[in-house]
């Protein structure tokens, strides 16, 4: 009799063992970057904020949502390897990180492809960006709920004002992924990629003329004290997707799915707006600080992507698994942008 009672003991702790990760089951995690209340972080972290509290209100307390800041579960290709896995069910990373996984992402990221980032959404939210979200997720194990803005556009700044093509010859430029350096190149310039923490000094000290990044990031680590120039010519747009572990997802009622893409929704259009405010106020802020900002005009970017794009092109074909995305993303940018 004993024996029975206990083996029935055990049977009913593993049940209720079960019945408690089913119910933990329904929890995520979120891995970001940027610490809490970070200067220049309120359009990504803001957007996981938001993502957080529409989730936990919509499911009446069903899902709860854990946000760990400051890149306390590693690294961003880390933090994206763990939403793969299951570990975590989210992460900040962006198209860059992506590309390490999803190669025809970098598609994307084709200098001077978006003449602003109007045209970057339409993109991502039509067809073209619907498609590949899918794809990632077969492929990745990630689903796509929206694309975000990273920063929004890149922009060169150096101590030499950039206003058409042949004013990059001879400029040294910090650069960091090979998609990312075939404009200076193609250009006369040379690329040369340094880590951030040495990008001050090395702008400082000479190493490098300029350097490419949203303007947030420029007012973050005082460029103005070390570059005269700010271009606006936005050759590169950071974006990310916002995605979630598939399995996870797929684990959730309907009802509750239902929850988790509206809050998607909700977050992607926050952090659009945020993010377009905080560049207007950055470069407002990097006026201030007397840098000269000289804005881009379609024009301009012509003429820089007239003389960029088959090379760009060129490395695309050669370095993603669908090459032919490459010129129908271009035949569709041109579509939207006319």
């Known amino acids: 009799m004993k024996t029975i009672l206990k083996t029935a003991a055990i049977a009913a702790a593993i049940v209720a063992a079960g019945i408690s990760h089913a119910a933990s089951a329904q929890d995520l995690k979120a891995g970001l970057m940027l610490k809490k209340g970070f200067p220049g972080a309120e359009p990504v972290n803001g957007m996981y904020e938001l993502f957080k509290s529409e989730v936990e209100k919509g499911s009446g307390g069903k899902l709860k949502m854990e946000i760990v800041y400051g890149g ?40 001077y492809l978006f003449p602003d980032e109007q045209t970057a959404w339409k993109l991502l939210d039509g067809p073209i960006g619907t498609r590949m979200a899918e794809d990632i997720r077969k492929k990745t194990g990630i689903r796509v709920l929206g694309w975000w803005e990273s920063g929004g556009f890149k922009h060169y700044s150096s101590n030499r004002a950039i206003r058409k093509p042949d004013d990059m010859k001879g400029q040294k430029m910090r650069v960091m992924a090979p998609i990312f350096g075939i404009p200076v ?22 190493v490098v003329d300029g350097q490419d990044n949203a303007v947030w990031v420029f007012n973050l680590i005082k460029l103005h004290e070390v570059q005269k120039f700010l271009m606006l ?3 590169i747009y950071s974006f990310g997707p916002l995605g979630i572990n598939d399995k996870w997802f797929g684990g959730l009622s309907k009802d509750l799915q239902a929850v988790v893409l509206k809050a998607g929704k909700a977050a992607v259009a926050y952090n659009r707006k945020e993010s377009r405010a905080a560049e207007a106020k950055n470069i407002a802020m990097a006026k201030e600080k007397g840098v000269t900002v000289i804005p881009f005009t379609r024009e301009m970017k012509k003429a820089f992507a007239d003389r960029v794009r088959p090379a760009a ?5 050669e370095n993603v698994d669908t090459p032919a995305l490459v010129d129908e993303v271009i035949a569709e940018v041109a579509r939207l942008s006319k």
């Open 72 to 111: 306390a579960l590693g690294k961003p290709n880390e933090r994206l390897n763990q939403v793969r896995r299951g570990i975590i069910q989210m992460s900040d990373a962006s198209e860059g990180n992506y590309a390490s996984i999803y190669k025809d992402i970098q598609v994307l990221s084709m200098p």
């Open 185 to 206: 190149l193609t250009l006369g310039g040379s690329a040369t990629p340094i880590s951030f923490p040495e990008l001050y000094t090395s702008l400082k000290t000479g």
């Open 233 to 235: 010519d936005g050759h």
């Open 313 to 317: 092109v060129k490395w695309l074909k």
